[in-house]
């Protein structure tokens, strides 16, 4: 009995000493981060990356603790790193340089805060990051604007929890990313903040975004090209420019974005609801997208499809538009505005089926559907777009 005892003992101690092992934790205040606020705590972040990315545990754990403001210059949190995970713990806030002027970007890529050629990130533990954009909105030349996060060649990263604000440009990019959720993150700009989109992807996969809320001065979400297999569900939009996949086809790229699937979302005042725009002059396609159960409230423009977006130059080509649904829409426009289909009169928009859409002017009123250049089915449509047929006349 007692030898049984003492084998037990010595059983659960090692055990629990090779469960620490699987297990280890670096706090950016050990490294001599201050969080007061003024000081630079760029140093001790990246020191502390280096240690959780070159760590020989299963898991590394990286800290910023609560009750604490780190001021960050930009920074590049690069791996590929030894943990099979690395969580990031923001549990207090990190604020950029006040002043425009003060920042001082790693190279001519404006970023602020960039992890990259990671695999296996979680990020959360509700912290803030506050991007101070006020000093860059009125600088016209988006070019010289930082992002404020961008994930960059990752895989299977976790974003949630956490508010995210006043970025100088937009708040979150992903590109060349397989495998990356958000959830629970709470964007903040104020509405007449210029570029400050809430997500941004582009070349990637796999992406589900959910349970959300984003109010900025541009697009909620913008899915851009090289973008395939994007779920977005639950999402209350506005202030903002809505959610929006393009715009495509820019300076005659050839965009491919393909199985979008936005579900649930709200939209509250915001410029516009759900909407594909592409550019005169693009090639590719913009395929297999479905919008559905979404409620407008007081939106300019709900559902929008325009093919000739700024439309100017050279060419007849244009980005192809096929098999785009818009199931149940259903709320108020804040203009006349219901449906807007502005397709290109060679390339067109084919299979785009409108199924029960019920949008009327705030006060009651009906309001309008323009269509041009679409081929498509209409089911239950109010108001009736008069370019696809009418369900009712088949
Ligand atoms: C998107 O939703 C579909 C259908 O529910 C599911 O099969 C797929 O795994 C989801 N993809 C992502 C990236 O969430
Ligand atoms: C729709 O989204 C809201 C949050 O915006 C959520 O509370 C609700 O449960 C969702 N409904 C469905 C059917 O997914």
Redesign the pocket.
């Known amino acids: 009995m007692k030898f049984l005892l003492v084998v037990l003992l010595v059983f659960v101690i090692a055990s629990s000493s090779l469960c620490a092992a699987e297990y280890s934790t670096f706090d950016v205040v050990s490294y001599g981060a201050t969080g007061n606020g003024q000081t630079d705590d760029t140093k001790a972040f990246v020191k502390a990356w280096k240690d959780v990315c070159g760590a020989t545990h299963q898991t590394a754990k990286l800290v910023i603790p609560q009750n604490k403001i780190f001021m960050l210059q930009p920074l590049s949190l690069k791996g590929p790193c030894k943990p099979a995970t690395i969580e990031v713990r923001l549990e207090g806030t990190v604020i950029a340089p006040k002043n425009n002027g003060d920042w001082k970007f790693l190279d001519e890529k404006k970023k602020w805060i960039e992890f990259s050629d990671i695999s296996g990130l979680v990020i959360e533990g509700g912290g803030l990051i506050d991007g101070q954009g006020a000093a860059w909105w009125n600088i016209a030349d988006i070019s010289v604007k930082p992002t404020a996060l961008h994930f960059h060649k990752c895989k299977d990263v976790i974003l949630r929890s956490m508010h995210h604000k006043n970025s100088p440009k937009n708040h979150i990019s992903i590109n060349t990313c397989n495998g990356l959720e958000i959830s629970h993150v709470h964007i903040t700009a104020p509405m007449q903040s210029p570029n400050t989109d809430g997500i941004d992807i582009s070349g990637s996969s796999?992406?589900?975004i959910h349970s959300s809320i984003i109010q900025t001065g541009d697009d909620c979400i913008a899915i851009n090209s090289g973008t395939s297999?994007?779920?977005i569900s639950d999402i209350f939009c506005g202030p903002g420019h809505g959610i929006s996949v393009g715009s495509l086809g820019r300076n005659g790229d050839d965009a491919r974005v393909e199985n979008i699937?936005v579900r649930n979302c709200t939209f509250l005042r915001s410029t516009n609801g759900v909407r594909l725009k592409t550019w005169r002059g693009g090639r590719g396609y913009a395929r297999k997208i479905v919008f559905e159960d979404i409620k407008v409230v007081g939106v300019m423009r709900p559902v929008i499809i325009n093919q000739n977006y700024l439309g100017v130059v050279d060419g007849i080509s244009a980005v192809k538009i096929s098999d785009v649904s818009f199931r149940n829409v259903k709320g108020t426009t804040g203009s006349d505005s219901a449906v807007e289909l502005s397709c290109d009169p060679y390339v067109g928009c084919n299979d785009i089926v409108l199924d029960h859409i019920s949008i009327v002017k705030e006060d009651g009123g009906e309001a309008k559907a323009s269509c041009a250049g679409a081929q498509g089915t209409c089911f239950r449509c109010n108001p009736i777009v008069p370019c696809l047929s009418d369900s009712h006349l088949i």
Request: aromatic share 28%; no cysteine.
């Open positions: 796999n992406i589900f297999f994007v779920n699937h």
